[in-house]
């Protein structure tokens, strides 16, 4: 799902898009300048191997994702609390981001129930 950045107002604009494992939620919003502000929820069972046996496992993830988009190169003079990822072809692609948040998750340390349990 591609959304151009210039159509999205101060109304919100739901998206929701779906991985094989995961669900990615969530809404755009325009802030102001250049940025738009995306909120959203991921949730779901990732496929993960543990960190410290390696045995495969499913990691339950729910996570609040909240960031700002900027249409174009951000010249961050404004004071913001979260995040600004740049969008260079004034797009933004639901899939990508959520492609790039389970990248996320599975590159963080996770161990398995059973690791866990014996520390
Ligand atoms: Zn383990």
Known sequence: MKIALRKIT???LDFQEKSEEMIFKGYLEYHSGKLILLQAKLSGLLEKSCDICAQDFKLSVKEDIEFFLSDGIYSGSDDIDFDVVESLNGMVD???LLASEIEL???DYHSCNNCKNSN
Do not use: L
């Open 105 to 107: 998750i599975k590159s």
């Open 94 to 96: 639901i899939e990508e």
């Open 10 to 12: 101060k109304t919100p």
